[in-house]
């Protein structure tokens, strides 16, 4: 096996839910408690270098140029182990990370994170998986990041175990010319994971309502983006991340990701829409808001949030594709997608 392994780097974008993922039925497999839709997010990317080294007797994970340890290291060992047992071998790697975007914040980093790190790790060691299985693996890593292994827009089965939960392309990039405008209101890394989140989700008495109702929420999201119906879309997209947050809200202990200024882009987008311009929100698990309207009006939204006191920057993000990996092969170098 060694002779045939190569160091590889891996490319991914985030993605932002339009149906959101929140709560797990298996949290060790992260298989989720509802189905959820996603579109990828060009403009801002994760780039990952995994390299199988026999001279290292552990993983090492730099992340920015600096080591990291604890939790972020075992959850990368623990996704390296499955591609190890998958690829028969026991070489400890060295995982360098990079993102061109605020970390921790509600802008998706674990999904491009586990997404550009699954590609790369099977890629690195010669792995030749389906899309599908990547999704698979990805999804153990963090449960978004299986959204970030197709293109465009998104959907996540649920499934009820290891081999059904995966993501897949419901409409391509093309598709529709959607702008995610991210309201950046914070850096600052976010007070609860995401992970921690999802344990915390059965407490609120408001999840159940949320996941049952949710098959209803998906098929209009599904007919919205197929229809490109922005009055649709932007309906059920609201509703779902005020769900979300509810649940969040009512949690025991409850969590509030929102800041002062994550409500006035909200103010702010409900009256530039009163005013006639489609537009609406929704928010991860963090403070930054993301403001999507048809690519025509993305100029005059960007330039709306960019004056709101509190919003930091604007990033403007387009549909983006599949992740992808480079195979660093002697001084040649192969692109290679993964689909
Ligand atoms: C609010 O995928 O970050 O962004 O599986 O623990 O890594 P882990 O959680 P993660 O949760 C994402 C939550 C969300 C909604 C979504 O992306 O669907």
């Not at 292994?149 to 598709?175: C, L, N, R």
Request: with cysteine.
């Amino acid at each position: 096996m060694v002779e045939n392994m190569y160091s590889a780097t891996g490319f991914s974008h985030p993605n932002i839910a339009l149906i959101k993922y929140w709560g797990n039925r298996d949290a060790k497999l992260r298989i989720p408690s509802n189905g959820s839709i996603s579109m990828n997010l060009d403009g801002l990317y994760t780039r990952t270098q995994v390299w199988f080294d026999p001279q290292l007797d552990h993983d090492k994970l730099f992340l920015e140029g600096h080591q990291v340890a604890g939790t972020a290291q075992k959850r990368v060992s623990a996704l390296l182990d499955r591609v190890r047992n998958m690829a028969g071998f026991a070489l400890y790697a060295r995982i360098q990370s990079h993102n061109n975007f605020p970390t921790g914040t509600g802008i998706a980093s674990s999904a491009s994170a586990f997404a550009a790190l699954t590609v790369a790790a099977c890629c690195a060691a010669g792995l030749e998986l389906s899309q599908r299985d990547l999704s698979r693996l990805a999804r153990t890593g963090s449960g978004s990041a299986c959204r970030s292994i197709p293109g465009g827009f998104v959907e996540w089965q649920a499934g009820d175990d290891d081999k059904s939960s995966y993501a897949f392309t419901i409409a391509p990039t093309s598709h529709w010319e959607l702008v995610d405008c991210i309201a950046v209101v914070s850096q600052d890394p976010k007070h609860t994971s995401s992970e921690d989140g999802h344990v915390l989700a059965e407490s609120s008495p408001l999840q159940t309502t949320r996941i049952s109702d949710t098959p209803g929420r998906l098929e209009k999201c599904r007919q919205a983006i197929k229809k490109r119906d922005f009055d649709a879309l932007a309906e059920v997209v609201e509703l779902d991340s005020n769900l979300m947050h509810a649940v969040i809200m009512t949690s025991n202990p409850p969590l509030l990701y929102w800041q002062p200024a994550t409500l006035a882009v909200i103010q702010t987008v409900k009256e530039i829409r009163t005013q006639g311009t489609a537009v609406c929100y929704t928010i991860d698990a963090g403070p930054n808001v993301h403001v999507i309207c048809p690519k025509e009006d993305t100029d005059y939204i960007s330039a709306q949030l960019n004056q709101i006191p509190g919003v930091q920057k604007v990033l403007t993000t387009h549909p983006g594709g599949p992740a992808r990996c480079i195979i660093d092969e002697d001084e040649s170098i192969t692109s290679k997608s993964s689909i």
